[in-house]
């Protein structure tokens, strides 16, 4: 775990310093005496570069601190998430089919849609299900500053307690892209960074079967699912097949005996 409080851009800015000055070195013909030193150097240089990039995106990674991407357990418990909402009419179609299944599932909502549909976020927790924070503007946090950052988590959060009378302890970063110093925002909030174990990549609608299909394929217990039911703030995009996807996964999921669970009762059990 990274315990530098730098922000991901910095840590390549430095990189690409030292890549520049090993290159630099190198093409004048200096530090070549043994081995070509600086273009070693460049060479380390852009592969530090790719490997904090890396973890800073990797949903399981937890080099910048914890995250949840799924929870070992013996139980046969899986935690089903939707993105990006609220977002009509899918994300009320998607309520239709938990209520239906009677399972419950977390929604991690974006501020800006959560305003503009309050009743869907009402809905969402008058049903039994757990509300978490996905930013004001769906934004990737590694390109945002502090300040920014801050505002698009605390506006979020604020919008959520007032609409709903509920605090929310989770929150997952768009993408999942996060670094040290988003980590350690969420940390001082009390916000637990929730990732995910299997994602289908449905927001790209490659058909219903392939949605199924890519999510039953990695299934096990304590898996965290990631579907959506928006998208981001353009909210144009159709969620068709994902709500079809959904009630196929849990008949499915169901017939295999597992039980459906929201994001913090598989993080903490005992909650
Ligand atoms: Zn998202």
Redesign the pocket.
């Given at each position: 775990m990274l315990d530098l409080n730098v922000r991901l851009v910095s840590i390549l800015g430095v990189l690409t310093v030292i890549v520049l000055v090993g290159l630099t070195f190198d093409y004048f013909g200096k530090l070549r005496r043994q081995f070509r030193l600086g273009l070693l150097v460049a060479f380390l240089g852009i592969a530090a570069g790719g490997l904090f990039t890396f973890m800073a995106v990797i949903p399981d990674e937890k080099f910048y601190g914890p995250v949840f991407s799924e929870v070992k357990t013996s139980r046969k418990v899986v935690a089903l998430t939707f993105?990006?909402g609220p977002y009509p009419p899918y994300t009320g179609q998607i309520l239709d089919v938990l209520r239906e299944e009677q399972v419950s599932a977390t929604f991690?909502v974006?501020g800006k849609n959560a305003e503009k549909y309050p009743d869907l976020v009402r809905r969402i927790v008058n049903e039994g299900h757990q509300v978490g924070n996905?930013t004001y503007s769906?934004m990737d946090l590694l390109k945002a500053d502090s300040k920014t950052i801050a505002q698009e988590v605390d506006r979020t959060s604020a919008i959520i307690s007032d609409i709903t009378g509920k605090e929310t302890r989770l929150v997952?970063p768009?993408?999942g892209f996060r670094d040290a110093v988003v980590m350690e925002m969420m940390t001082k909030r009390n916000l637990s960074v929730v990732e995910w174990s299997i994602a289908s990549r449905d927001w790209t609608n490659p058909g219903v079967d392939e949605i199924v299909n890519r999510t039953l394929s990695k299934i096990k217990n304590g898996s965290i699912i990631l579907l959506?039911d928006?998208d981001?703030t353009a909210q144009a995009a159709s969620r068709e097949e994902t709500v079809a996807a959904a009630r196929r996964i849990i008949d499915e999921l169901k017939n295999q005996g597992y039980i459906f669970v929201t994001v913090s009762e598989i993080v903490n059990p005992e909650e």
């Amino acid at each position: 775990m990274l315990d530098l409080n730098v922000r991901l851009v910095s840590i390549l800015g430095v990189l690409t310093v030292i890549v520049l000055v090993g290159l630099t070195f190198d093409y004048f013909g200096k530090l070549r005496r043994q081995f070509r030193l600086g273009l070693l150097v460049a060479f380390l240089g852009i592969a530090a570069g790719g490997l904090f990039t890396f973890m800073a995106v990797i949903p399981d990674e937890k080099f910048y601190g914890p995250v949840f991407s799924e929870v070992k357990t013996s139980r046969k418990v899986v935690a089903l998430t939707f993105d990006d909402g609220p977002y009509p009419p899918y994300t009320g179609q998607i309520l239709d089919v938990l209520r239906e299944e009677q399972v419950s599932a977390t929604f991690f909502v974006v501020g800006k849609n959560a305003e503009k549909y309050p009743d869907l976020v009402r809905r969402i927790v008058n049903e039994g299900h757990q509300v978490g924070n996905h930013t004001y503007s769906h934004m990737d946090l590694l390109k945002a500053d502090s300040k920014t950052i801050a505002q698009e988590v605390d506006r979020t959060s604020a919008i959520i307690s007032d609409i709903t009378g509920k605090e929310t302890r989770l929150v997952r970063p768009p993408h999942g892209f996060r670094d040290a110093v988003v980590m350690e925002m969420m940390t001082k909030r009390n916000l637990s960074v929730v990732e995910w174990s299997i994602a289908s990549r449905d927001w790209t609608n490659p058909g219903v079967d392939e949605i199924v299909n890519r999510t039953l394929s990695k299934i096990k217990n304590g898996s965290i699912i990631l579907l959506h039911d928006g998208d981001g703030t353009a909210q144009a995009a159709s969620r068709e097949e994902t709500v079809a996807a959904a009630r196929r996964i849990i008949d499915e999921l169901k017939n295999q005996g597992y039980i459906f669970v929201t994001v913090s009762e598989i993080v903490n059990p005992e909650e």
